[in-house]
């Protein structure tokens, strides 16, 4: 069974900085659409960063010019550098990706297509003001 985990949550003041990271097991991330996404109490879950098989990335306008998305395919990891962390990032982080190859992300942020089934453990951030 494919599962993703992600990691590197914690509790920042306002402007700090946070690394996530994601390490799936039985999953290629260098084949696929895979992507940051967010739920914060209350809210409806949302895209925050897809990068796609040719390094092709995409950013949710709210994190744009202070996040970026990354991964390494030799250790089959993606990464999320979240820096000037704001009170409204604050929320649950998971990483997500798409069960097929070789498709492009085509604005999954976004639409969240359905291919998208592969999910694992969330991470926690918070930052405070």
């Known amino acids: 069974q494919e599962q993703l985990g992600a990691s590197g949550g914690g509790s920042v003041q306002a402007g700090g900085s946070l690394r996530l990271a994601c390490a799936p097991s039985?999953?290629?991330?260098?084949?696929?659409?895979i992507g940051w996404f967010r739920q914060a109490p209350g809210k409806e879950r949302e895209g925050v960063a897809t990068?796609?098989?040719?390094?092709?990335?995409e950013y949710t306008d709210s994190v744009m010019g202070r996040f970026t998305v990354s991964s390494d395919n030799t250790e089959n990891t993606l990464y999320l550098q979240m820096n000037n962390l704001k009170p409204e990032d604050t929320a649950m982080y998971y990483c997500a990706g798409d069960s097929r190859t070789w498709t492009p992300c085509g604005g999954a942020l976004h639409t969240l297509p359905s291919t998208f089934t592969t999910w694992g453990q969330g991470t926690q951030v918070t930052v405070s003001s």
């Open positions: 039985g999953y290629s991330i260098s084949r696929r659409c």
């Open positions: 990068i796609d098989y040719d390094g092709m990335t």
